[in-house]
């Protein structure tokens, strides 16, 4: 009896939630056609910077850099003439534990008091598909250097939010922190950083 009572609620209670349409659809959609031309500004917040180093040969350790601006300005019929500049800001750094956030942002590493912004500006980009490789100048802890993000189109379409057009993107890259004269550590905790980039721009009115 117990049994049967509690397939009789458990029923009722998943048939009590909402059913989405099969045919149902977020507003964001992997079809290139959506992209209007024009110039786009960073969503801050929907934008991330995850990065990763390998901590001792232990474990991988993940942080995070958010509040990021800049502006991408882009046109669909000729998507290699695209250019994006990015402005990082360490007061954006976040990780799970409150002491290491304090620790990367003093001159063992980040040093932000004295480099408080990184700032990525592309250029060149080489489409494969939806896909395309973008070569730009990062600028960190006070030194630039060129790196490459192997860049992947996520979606576009109206944010139902705001009713801005709106374009994703996902990238990565791998940088060694050494060549932009972080040297702390090394190499207990790696010197080469995997970059996770996930970045939302507005259409600018």
Not at 53 to 64: A, D, E, M, T
Not at 70 to 93: C, F, H, N, R
Not at 150 to 156: C, E, I, L, R, S
Request: glycine share 8%; aromatic share 8%.
């Amino acid at each position: 009896m117990k049994t049967a009572l509690f397939a009789a609620s458990l029923f009722l209670a998943t048939a009590a939630q909402p059913v989405l349409a099969q045919d149902a659809q977020v507003p964001g959609q992997a079809d290139t056609s959506r992209v209007q031309a024009g110039t786009y500004k960073v969503d801050p917040a929907h934008t991330q910077i995850v990065f990763t180093v390998n901590h001792f040969g232990f474990s991988f350790y993940h942080g995070l850099l958010g509040d990021s601006t800049g502006t991408l300005t882009i046109d669909p019929k000729t998507p290699e003439t695209a250019s994006v500049q990015i402005e990082i800001p360490m007061s954006g750094l976040r990780t799970t534990s409150d002491k290491l956030t304090e620790h990367l942002a003093t001159a063992d590493f980040l040093d932000a008091a004295k480099f408080p912004t990184a700032t990525f500006k592309s250029t060149k980009v080489e489409l494969d598909g939806d896909a395309a490789e973008i070569t730009g100048d990062l600028t960190l802890h006070g030194v630039t250097k060129p790196v490459v993000l192997d860049v992947n189109f996520t979606g576009a379409g109206a944010n139902p939010m705001n009713k801005a057009e709106t374009v994703g993107f996902s990238a990565g890259t791998t940088i060694k922190r050494s060549d932009f004269g972080i040297n702390a550590y090394v190499p207990n905790i790696s010197d080469e950083v995997d970059l996770e980039i996930t970045v939302a721009f507005e259409k600018a009115n």
